[in-house]
Nanobody, 125 residues
Framework: HVQLVESGGGSVQAGGSLRLSCAAS??????????MGWFRRAPGKERAGVAG???????SNADSVKGRFTISQDNAKKTVYLQMDSLKPEDTAMYYC??????????????????WGQGTQVTVS
């Protein structure tokens, strides 16, 4: 049903910034309950939750990115963003967008989501 397409990844120096985008289609993004999340997987590590946002605008952030990353959404464009500032080498990972058509108490848990994008690479040196 739902298609998610990430973009905005790239290579930056430590301390730099990137903004990731996730364009969603295939469901009523403007009026239905949902949760959107950003996850990342670094080489040799498990997928980890980064940030989440639901249809009411409630947000969650992983401790590792609090104060540096900000999740937001534009309902008119059906797009979710992840603004990443003060990037560190340990932020290097493949970043994935995920979606579920309901709200959840656990937005940073990957098993809450049933739709996933293809990922976009972020490299910080």
């Amino acid at each position: 049903h739902v298609q998610l397409v990430e973009s905005g990844g790239g290579s930056v120096q430590a301390g730099g910034s990137l903004r990731l985008s996730c364009a969603a289609s295939g469901y009523n993004y403007n009026y239905s309950s949902y949760c959107m999340g950003w996850f990342r997987r670094a080489p040799g590590k498990e997928r980890a939750g980064v940030a989440g946002i639901d249809d009411d605008g409630s947000t969650s952030n992983a401790d590792s990115v609090k104060g540096r990353f900000t999740i937001s959404q534009d309902n008119a464009k059906k797009t979710v963003y992840l603004q990443m500032d003060s990037l560190k080498p340990e932020d290097t990972a493949m970043y994935y967008c995920a979606s579920v058509n309901r709200r959840t108490w656990y937005p940073l848990s990957a098993n809450q989501y049933n739709y996933w994008g293809q990922g976009t690479q972020v490299t910080v040196s």
